[in-house]
C-alpha cells in the first residue's frame, strides 16, 4: 500500500466507496463523479501508477480485472456495449495515480472522446 493514496485506502476500507466487487486482488466501486448513468471503477488492490508501468508479470492480474469488468457489464445489462479506458499522465486527465479502468454505458458514447 502507498503512503496517502486514495484508491490504495479504499482497497483497504480506509475510505467508505460504493463497492459493488470484490476479490483478494480486485476491486470495483462506483465514481463519484459519475460520467453515465454506470460509471465504475476496476483497480487492482495492490499500487500500480498507472497502466506505464505495467509488465508481463501482471498479466494474470489484467486478466481476472478484464474478467471482473466483464462481469460487471452483464450485471448492468449493458447489452448494447460500453466502454473501457484508463488515462495515463496529466495530458489525458489522470488525477489519482494508482491504475484503474473506467467502466462507462448506459448511455451512447461519442467517438473520438474529448
Ligand atoms: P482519472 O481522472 O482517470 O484519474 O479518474 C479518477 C476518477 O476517480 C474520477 O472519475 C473521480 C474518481 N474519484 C476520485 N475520488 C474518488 C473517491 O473518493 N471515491 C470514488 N468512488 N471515486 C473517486
Do not use: Y
Amino acid at each position: 500500500m502507498a503512503q496517502d493514496c486514495l484508491f490504495c485506502r479504499i482497497a483497504a476500507h480506509e475510505i467508505d466507496a460504493d463497492v459493488i466487487h470484490e476479490r483478494e486482488s480486485v476491486l470495483a466501486f462506483r465514481d463519484i463523479n459519475p460520467q453515465a448513468s454506470v460509471h465504475v471503477l476496476v483497480i487492482p488492490k495492490e499500487h500500480i501508477a498507472s497502466a506505464s508501468e505495467l509488465t508481463g508479470e501482471h498479466g494474470r492480474l489484467l486478466a481476472e480485472m478484464f474478467g471482473v469488468m466483464a462481469s460487471i457489464a452483464r450485471d448492468e445489462s449493458l447489452s448494447g456495449g460500453h466502454r473501457i479506458v484508463t488515462n495515463i499522465g496529466p495530458d489525458a486527465g489522470q488525477s489519482v495515480e494508482h491504475l484503474h479502468f473506467h467502466l462507462l454505458g448506459g448511455r451512447a458514447l461519442g467517438w473520438p472522446p474529448g
